[in-house]
């Protein structure tokens, strides 16, 4: 493979030390390209500002023309935060003067030299000392370029994520919603966040994380109620190789694989007892106990935990540990069911149709007037979850308007006697039965977990396994 070239920016305004410059580099011409050389820090400015690309500023720490030193150093990384900087230097003829090093590196140099080490004529410092560090300087400016590129992909998709995740609402509640999602998203305490299912405790989640410096970092989602009781433990917090009978490599528990970013604990009322010990450990010593390994690993995550449940219930109940309970109630977010902001409904409504009619490439749903009274005076169980599905059940009609009629179907609240099979029974709109296999099953799953107060209990009900319902409801769009 080719070489890269190196453009180089040398600012030095005595043409004896240019001319050393020039001989340290000349064997290496073909890759080390002097660009340009200016004799003061103001022209070098205007060069940089211009656009110019320079993969390497060596400078004089003495230049003539005003800006010298280390505030050119300072000048020089606010138009280009990438930009390497060799200083070199008659101030000092010791390279092991550390207080004047410092000095350049805080202002944000890379290295320095002397001038004058020893009795060279011709070359600056020790050539190959001073030809090393344009290559390191080279190499460091394209993992600085690299990982800002990264930082600017990463925030854009923060962005799209906060953007499509955005907190839909102008009710009082919302605004107050809102405003301690911002408090939790400057503070990096642990998190309690309660409410009824599907009212958005994982979208709550989402948002404190995405607006905390921790955004560059992993956000891990785990549902405690959709796992075995027996899994539980080594997925939360992993295991060695060999710790027990089909362990033949070591697992990474999801405490370690969000290490530095946000964990959230959904249902955290399901979690057993023996889960919630370890689980106290990490939240008070920053410790997780993986399966098989003697020593503890250290961990740096940030918890938000949810649940639907009356947590203080649990506590006399002994189903939960009190001390947990303290160590998790830090701060506590409740999320109002749909119910008690009805004045919100009509923007989630037109929110949905817009988002999932752009998903199916068609227009939005309109909506009389009858029709929005009929979904903004139902009892909505499900939250907004139910408002969602009911939202995409409407678009399967394909109907242009939406009437009192298509509205009460969708909510399967019959009209009159006839209308509720009025569209189960329409000789003219006959659905394959995959079609109306599937709508009765999300409308099940939604009954039952309306009459229940977690996944796991709705699982038992329906005769599944935790891991079988949590499947189930993410393929008919609950979840």
């Given at each position: 493979?080719?070489?890269?070239?190196?453009?180089?920016?040398?600012?030095?305004?005595?043409?004896?030390?240019?001319?050393?410059?020039?001989q340290?580099?000349?064997?290496?011409?073909?890759?080390l390209?002097?660009?340009?050389?200016?004799?003061?820090?103001?022209?070098?400015?205007?060069?940089?500002?211009?656009?110019?690309?320079?993969?390497?500023?060596?400078?004089?720490?003495?230049i003539?023309?005003?800006?010298?030193?280390?505030?050119?150093?300072?000048?020089i990384?606010?138009?280009?935060?990438?930009?390497?900087?060799?200083?070199?230097?008659?101030?000092?003829?010791n390279?092991?003067?550390?207080?004047f090093?410092?000095?350049?590196?805080?202002?944000?140099?890379?290295?320095?030299?002397?001038k004058?080490?020893?009795?060279i004529?011709?070359?600056?410092?020790?050539?190959t000392?001073?030809?090393?560090?344009i290559?390191?300087?080279?190499?460091?400016r394209?993992?600085?370029?690299?990982?800002?590129?990264?930082?600017?992909?990463?925030?854009?998709?923060?962005?799209?994520?906060?953007?499509?995740k955005?907190?839909?609402?102008?009710?009082?509640?919302?605004?107050?919603?809102?405003?301690?999602?911002?408090?939790?998203?400057?503070?990096?305490?642990?998190?309690?966040?309660?409410?009824?299912?599907?009212?958005?405790?994982?979208?709550?989640?989402?948002?404190?994380?995405?607006?905390?410096?921790?955004?560059?970092?992993?956000?891990?989602a785990?549902?405690?109620?959709?796992?075995?009781?027996?899994?539980?433990?080594?997925?939360?917090?992993?295991?060695?190789?060999?710790?027990?009978t089909?362990?033949?490599?070591?697992?990474?528990?999801?405490?370690?694989?969000a290490?530095?970013?946000?964990?959230?604990?959904?249902?955290?009322?399901?979690?057993?007892?023996?889960?919630?010990v370890?689980?106290?450990?990490?939240?008070q010593?920053?410790?997780?106990d993986?399966?098989?390994?003697?020593?503890?690993?250290?961990?740096?995550?940030?918890?938000?935990a949810?649940?639907?449940?009356?947590?203080?219930?649990?506590?006399?109940?002994?189903?939960?540990?009190?001390?947990?309970?303290?160590?998790?109630?830090?701060?506590s977010?409740?999320?109002?069911p749909?119910?008690?902001?009805?004045?919100?409904?009509?923007?989630?409504?037109?929110?949905?149709?817009?988002?999932?009619?752009?998903?199916?490439?068609?227009?939005?749903?309109?909506?009389?007037?009858?029709?929005?009274?009929?979904?903004?005076?139902?009892?909505?169980?499900?939250?907004?979850?139910?408002?969602?599905?009911?939202?995409?059940?409407?678009?399967?009609?394909?109907?242009?308007?939406?009437?009192?009629?298509?509205?009460?179907?969708?909510?399967?609240?019959?009209?009159?006697?006839?209308?509720?099979n009025?569209m189960?029974?329409?000789?003219?709109?006959?659905r394959?039965?995959?079609?109306?296999?599937?709508?009765?099953?999300?409308?099940?799953?939604?009954?039952?977990?309306?009459?229940?107060n977690?996944?796991?209990e709705?699982?038992?009900?329906?005769?599944?396994?935790?891991?079988?319902?949590?499947?189930?409801?993410?393929?008919?769009g609950l979840?």
């Amino acid at each position: 493979m080719k070489p890269h070239k190196i453009d180089i920016l040398l600012i030095e305004d005595e043409a004896y030390d240019v001319h050393r410059v020039r001989q340290t580099i000349k064997l290496l011409e073909d890759r080390l390209i002097l660009k340009e050389v200016v004799s003061n820090g103001h022209r070098a400015l205007e060069l940089l500002e211009g656009k110019q690309n320079f993969d390497v500023v060596i400078m004089d720490y003495q230049i003539a023309g005003g800006v010298s030193g280390e505030a050119l150093i300072r000048n020089i990384k606010e138009i280009d935060p990438t930009a390497q900087i060799i200083v070199i230097t008659k101030m000092t003829t010791n390279i092991t003067d550390f207080d004047f090093a410092n000095k350049l590196i805080e202002a944000g140099a890379m290295w320095y030299c002397t001038k004058y080490p020893g009795d060279i004529e011709d070359y600056i410092y020790q050539p190959t000392d001073f030809i090393l560090s344009i290559y390191n300087a080279y190499e460091k400016r394209k993992l600085e370029k690299a990982r800002r590129n990264s930082d600017r992909r990463l925030t854009d998709t923060i962005t799209e994520t906060l953007e499509r995740k955005s907190i839909i609402g102008e009710s009082i509640p919302m605004q107050t919603l809102r405003e301690q999602i911002r408090q939790c998203a400057s503070a990096d305490t642990t998190v309690l966040i309660r409410g009824a299912s599907g009212t958005g405790k994982e979208l709550v989640a989402t948002n404190i994380h995405y607006n905390h410096p921790r955004r560059l970092e992993k956000f891990v989602a785990i549902n405690c109620g959709s796992l075995p009781a027996d899994l539980i433990e080594s997925e939360l917090f992993g295991f060695e190789k060999g710790a027990f009978t089909g362990a033949t490599t070591k697992k990474a528990g999801l405490f370690e694989v969000a290490n530095g970013g946000t964990i959230f604990l959904d249902e955290i009322a399901e979690l057993p007892l023996t889960s919630q010990v370890k689980l106290l450990r990490v939240i008070q010593e920053g410790e997780i106990d993986k399966i098989g390994r003697t020593g503890s690993v250290k961990v740096n995550v940030r918890i938000i935990a949810a649940t639907n449940k009356n947590l203080e219930e649990e506590v006399r109940a002994k189903r939960f540990r009190e001390d947990l309970y303290y160590r998790l109630n830090v701060v506590s977010i409740i999320v109002p069911p749909l119910k008690d902001r009805r004045q919100d409904i009509p923007l989630l409504i037109e929110h949905f149709s817009a988002q999932y009619s752009g998903e199916m490439n068609r227009a939005p749903m309109k909506f009389s007037d009858k029709s929005m009274e009929v979904l903004v005076t139902h009892s909505w169980p499900g939250n907004v979850r139910q408002l969602q599905n009911v939202i995409q059940r409407l678009l399967f009609t394909q109907a242009e308007l939406i009437t009192p009629a298509l509205a009460a179907n969708a909510l399967k609240m019959p009209l009159d006697e006839e209308s509720d099979n009025q569209m189960m029974w329409d000789p003219e709109n006959i659905r394959p039965l995959k079609e109306v296999e599937r709508e009765f099953r999300g409308q099940y799953f939604e009954f039952v977990r309306s009459c229940t107060n977690s996944d796991a209990e709705a699982a038992r009900k329906l005769g599944l396994a935790p891991p079988n319902y949590y499947r189930m409801s993410k393929e008919l769009g609950l979840k």
